[in-house]
């Protein structure tokens, strides 16, 4: 028969079995990193927490040993009143923290380098890492070394794609391909991606879990980031600060593909019958309620539309929230709440 103690446990150990079980479904993103940026953050908190977590124990398994050692009629006869000061005691007291503090110190300097948003090391050692890869693997496919694959030689060519937020979606802009899109961000895999970000309205914050951690994205201002995705997949995407009224709805889908599928996509938007001008950018940039996440592709895309971007932003352009769709926001609310 179980002791009253077990059955007191059971409870406990059953909630603790049910709340990890959830770091094992698909969606539950950040402990499912699939970036060398989400992955160098994710080892640094698994660090940090271990460590600190570490501390925690033993702070207090030691006040519950002298609390029982020192305790009212208690058999301890190692109480000594002319005691004063204890060498040992002062080094463990002030040695230990600096040591721990030293430790964490030391890798979260080189996370923060590891995760520069300007120069991300985790990016470049992720592709240094891929090249060496496909040298090994011409090589144990060509012994001869004569079509072996020199990384130095044949360097991975970053893809550049400019970001906008407006009032509540996103414009993704490739520069170099041609095109743009809303709500939609494709990039190939195992390839670098260096992002530059501005917001057409209010703060955002630019969030991909899986893959890349966020970034404030202000007004009139230019922020970089970089990231590399190690595995194809879809992944959701969304700003992290409160923006107004269609916050909730403003996410994008992320769609990390091979190299061929990227190609093939590309010339698919470069198909679309919609350009993207200025003028054509102001009406996207109109607050937009889009409950569905409608995507939309663009077609050759007006030449410096990202600088211009931003200098009207900053010369004072502004794009206001009617009052009407502001009020019309609450009605799907509302009849969610009555049903």
């Not at 398994?61 to 020192?70: D, K, S």
């Not at 110190?105 to 890869?133: C, D, I, Q």
């Not at 970034?215 to 201002?221: H, V």
């Not at 700003?239 to 590309?266: H, I």
């Amino acid at each position: 028969m179980p002791s009253h103690k077990g059955r007191r446990l059971r409870p406990l150990i059953f909630a603790v079995v049910a709340f990890l079980t959830g770091c094992a479904q698909k969606g539950y993103w950040l402990v499912h990193p699939k970036g060398a940026i989400a992955r160098t953050e994710w080892h640094t908190t698994i660090l940090d927490a271990a460590v600190m977590g570490g501390v925690v124990l033993v702070a207090g398994g030691l006040v519950a040993a002298f609390l029982w050692r020192y305790r009212v009629g208690g058999k301890s006869r190692s109480y000594d009143p002319t005691f004063t000061a204890s060498l040992v005691i002062e080094v463990l007291v002030w040695g230990v923290p600096l040591m721990i503090v030293g430790y964490l110190s030391y890798f979260s300097v080189k996370s923060v380098f590891a995760t520069n948003p300007y120069n991300p090391l985790a990016v470049r050692r992720a592709v240094a890492r891929e090249g060496h890869m496909n040298e090994a693997f011409t090589r144990r496919a060509d012994p001869s070394g004569v079509n072996a694959i020199d990384p130095a030689a044949h360097p991975v060519r970053p893809l550049r794609v400019d970001v906008v937020t407006t009032d509540w979606q996103w414009v993704f802009i490739y520069p170099k391909q041609g095109i743009a899109t809303v709500d939609e961000l494709v990039v190939p895999v195992r390839t670098p991606v260096k992002f530059q970000l501005t917001s057409a309205t209010v703060v955002n914050d630019f969030f991909i879990p899986e893959l890349v951690g966020e970034i404030d994205i202000m007004p009139g201002m230019r922020t970089k980031q970089g990231m590399i995705a190690s595995r194809t997949g879809t992944y959701h995407g969304y700003s992290d600060d409160f923006s107004g009224g269609g916050f909730s709805w403003m996410g994008f889908v992320t769609r990390v593909t091979s190299p061929e599928r990227f190609k093939g996509w590309v010339r698919h938007v470069q198909g679309a019958k919609d350009r993207l001008t200025y003028a054509r950018f102001t009406r996207v940039a109109q607050p937009t309620i889009n409950l569905v996440d409608k995507i939309r592709h663009f077609s050759h895309v007006q030449t410096g539309l990202f600088d211009h971007v931003i200098e009207q932003v900053m010369e004072g352009r502004v794009y206001r929230t009617p009052l009407a769709m502001t009020e019309s926001m609450t009605k799907p609310m509302k009849v969610r709440l009555i049903k």
